[in-house]
């Protein structure tokens, strides 16, 4: 029962370079969801994708891109990463619309950009 | 200002003893109320819920939402050092998945 997964488990950039972590749900969830975790903040959320076919901003989305490739998979990317960036990136995924109940999360990918 | 205060501790408890967690916010409009728990280098889950105000009670663990004083607390009883980890509060006014999470609590429990 693998639930939520994330691709790569652990990252190192340099600056400037561009890279894509991937998601992927196997609980049929219609929403998903990115979030970085950095010491002292908690958790914050950069995109979000209610159902297949449309993705919104959160509240830290500057630098990132998304892409709801179906309904399995959701995709960040980092076109031009800065050591700002630097964090741990965890994926959720959620039922949606009106039946919507508990956020499963990822186990995390751990991104260094020097 | 963050719209969820929480204190980042560490909070250190012998092994038998109440933990006691809480979490203020600053947005009215919170109506989910989460408490995660996420063990080190793992990713969060979800350890209790609270739709609106109200106490609710899940063997060891009682959580609690003022939402007229904005505060929610976490009481775990009879703590184990399993129980060690970091706790993090979560809210959102409209739905499960777009939260808005304290920074977290690390808690400690020592045998």
């Known amino acids: 029962n693998a639930g939520v997964t994330q691709t790569p488990k652990f990252q190192v950039l340099k600056t400037g370079q561009s890279m894509t972590l991937q998601c992927a749900q196997d609980?049929?969830?219609?929403?998903m969801y990115w979030y970085r975790q950095d010491p002292g903040m908690g958790l914050r959320l950069i995109y979000y994708?209610?159902?297949?076919?449309?993705?919104d901003k959160g509240e830290v989305p500057n630098g990132y891109n998304v892409s709801r490739l179906n309904k399995r998979e959701f995709s960040l990317r980092l076109e031009s990463a800065a050591p700002s960036q630097t964090s741990v990136y965890f994926c959720?995924?959620?039922?949606?619309?009106?039946?919507?109940?508990?956020?499963?999360f990822g186990q995390g990918t751990r991104l260094t950009v020097v | 200002q963050k719209e969820v205060e929480q204190d980042p501790g560490p909070l250190s408890v012998p092994e038998g003893a109440i933990v006691s967690l809480n979490c203020t916010y600053s947005?009215?409009?919170?109506?989910?109320f989460m408490w995660y728990r996420q063990y080190s280098r793992k990713g969060p889950e979800l350890l209790m819920y609270?739709?609106?105000?109200g106490n609710k009670e899940d063997g060891r663990f009682t959580a609690q939402v003022d939402k007229s004083s904005k505060y929610i607390s976490l009481f775990i009883r009879d703590s184990q050092p399993s129980d060690s980890a970091t706790y993090l509060c979560?809210?959102?006014?409209?739905?499960?998945?777009?939260?808005?999470f304290g920074a977290g609590t690390q808690v400690v429990v020592t045998p």
């Open positions: 959720a995924s959620s039922p949606g619309g009106g039946g919507d109940t508990e956020a499963f």
């Open positions: 609980m049929n969830h219609n929403s």
């Open positions: 994708s209610a159902s297949e076919g449309t993705t």
């Open positions: 947005n009215s409009a919170f109506q989910y």
């Open positions: 609270t739709y609106s105000s």
């Open positions: 979560a809210m959102s006014g409209d739905g499960w998945g777009k939260l808005q």
